[in-house]
Structure formats: C-alpha cells, structure tokens
C-alpha cells in the first residue's frame, strides 16, 4: 500500500516566485492537511481539505492557498516567496476528517528561498 | 493563544532504561492528544494517542499518562533501545477544528547503547 506521495522532495525557488506543491494521499483516503516545518515554529498547521473543500485554515497569510481535487490529490501554493518561507513542507492523509482516526504524513518537499 | 509546551529539549537514555517527555497544555478546549515520532528525512508518524477522559494509555512499550487537572501529559518509552532515537512530537487537537493540530516544539531523544 503506498504511502502519501509529496512532489517534488526539494525545491529552490527565489524571493517574490510562486510555487506549487503537490500532495497525493494515501488510497481511500479522502482527507488532506497540509503543515509547515522550520526550526524556528516547529510543525505548524497551514489547512485542512475533504471532499474538494477547505474545512479549516491556520494562521498564515493569504499567499499561502490550496486545492483538493475529485481524485483527492491536493496542492499548495506559495505566491511572492519570502525568505521566510523556507520549510518543509508536510501534507497528511486521513481516512476521514475525524481527529481520533489520525493522521499519516508523507516525507515533505523541502522549499529553499534564496 | 492556544499553546502546547514540551520538555525536555533533547533527551539522552540508556539502552533499557525509560524515557519520558512531558506537555503541558494552556487551553481546555482540546480533545484529543496524539503523539508523534520522526525520523530524519521523514514525516512524522502517529504513534500513541488518547482522549481526555482517560488518565492513561498504553501500547507496548508506549505509554501516555494523561492529568487533566494539571493540563499535563506526558510518554513514557520503557525499556528504551537505539531504534527509538528519534524526534518526538506532543500536540493537542483544538475542539471544533477539525483535524488540526497544535504541536509541542519535539523532544530529540537519543539512546545510547
């Protein structure tokens, strides 16, 4: 059974690009999260996904959206980069959008802002 | 602002010996407390959770002791190995938020042989 796929695994990007990431959950699994990772913050929850709709979203700001397709798969997109923006980038898949049913996290996309 | 505080930083154990980090929590509206394990260069992995009408759980060699009281909980890794050297991650899942989670900062744990 394969696991949630993140691509791609590492990425340079510039300040002021844009970026999309992507993110396919685990067979079956219908709902997708997305989190931040820095040294700094720590795991940080960017937003929730299920069934096409975003049903929740965390502090960050507007350059930071993303979009769940029919099939599931989801994306995230980063617009006018910041330096700041430098993380690893997880995405996690539950069967559904039940907290007790935990999540699976994938390995990443590591983004470097230069 | 709703905040989860882990402790200790790093951690050095004993092969056989029990390891164990602590949370503490700020808010009441959380029901749910999962923690997680990570490896360098992977995700993180679910491995224990418990809700707050149990005061402790256990699976294995993991066990979580849950005080509601005193908004703490804490892992227990008993009989701790090499293979258990890892970052490990306490969060908190906000009522009504979904499947969001709020995560403690890890707990780097290494254990020497």
């Known amino acids: 059974k394969a696991g949630v796929t993140q691509t791609p695994r590492y990425l340079i990007k510039t300040r002021g690009q844009q970026v999309t990431l992507s993110c396919s959950p685990i067979?079956?699994?219908?709902?997708v999260s997305w989190y931040q990772q820095t040294p700094g913050q720590g795991l940080q929850f960017l937003f929730e996904y299920f069934s096409e709709t975003q049903r929740n979203k965390g502090n960050f700001p507007g350059r930071f959206s993303g979009r769940q397709f029919s099939n599931s798969r989801s994306e995230m997109n980063v617009s006018t980069l910041e330096l700041g923006d430098s993380a690893l980038y997880l995405c996690?898949?539950?069967?559904?959008?039940?907290?007790?049913?935990?999540?699976?996290f994938g390995s990443g996309t590591r983004l470097t802002v230069v | 602002q709703q905040q989860v505080k882990q402790s200790p930083q790093s951690l050095i154990v004993q092969k056989g010996g029990i390891s164990i980090i602590n949370c503490a929590y700020e808010?009441?509206?959380?029901?749910?407390f999962p923690w997680y394990q990570q490896f360098p260069g992977k995700g993180p992995a679910l491995l224990i959770a418990?809700?707050?009408?149990?005061s402790e759980k256990k699976e294995g060699r993991f066990t979580i002791s849950f005080n509601k009281s005193a908004k703490q909980f804490s892992l227990h890794i008993m009989d701790s190995q090499p293979g258990d050297s890892a970052t490990y991650f306490c969060?908190?899942?906000?009522?009504?938020?979904?499947?969001?989670?709020?995560f403690g900062k890890g707990t780097t744990l290494s254990v020497s042989s």
């Open positions: 808010n009441t509206a959380f029901d749910y």
């Open positions: 067979s079956g699994h219908r709902s």
């Open positions: 418990i809700r707050p009408d149990v």
């Open positions: 996690a898949s539950s069967l559904t959008p039940t907290k007790h049913y935990g999540y699976t």
């Open positions: 969060a908190a899942s906000p009522n009504q938020a979904g499947t969001a989670l709020i």
